[in-house]
């Protein structure tokens, strides 16, 4: 059985699939579960709404923790760039640390 969370997700998801917040809850809560589904939202998110702030950190770790180290690190790197051009210190710089960490594991 599903959890209650998630078929709400999926039905807001439904009635309005173009709104980026019921796709990134969904990448969210899919990451607890299923991987693939997960990619999936964060993909559609990555490529349909590259203005939607919030997924660059969420998106660039998860893509590190399934070790695709190159979309990860492009990931951050466009995060970094977007935060910048929308002047949002706060999530410009909550993101250079999440990508100095990802690069620091990468040198370990």
Known sequence: MK??????????????????FNIYALALEYQKTDAG???????????????YLA????????FAALEKNEKAESIYQKGIDLALDKQNTK????????????LDELED
Do not use: C, M
């Open 55 to 62: 997924t660059y950190y969420s998106a660039g770790a998860f």
């Open 3 to 20: 959890n209650s969370l998630l078929q709400n997700l999926i039905a807001f998801y439904e009635e309005d699939p173009n709104d980026p």
């Open 91 to 102: 999530t410009h710089q909550e993101l250079v640390r999440a990508y100095r960490s990802f």
């Open 37 to 51: 589904q997960a990619e999936l939202y964060f993909n559609k998110l990555l490529e349909g709404h590259p203005d």
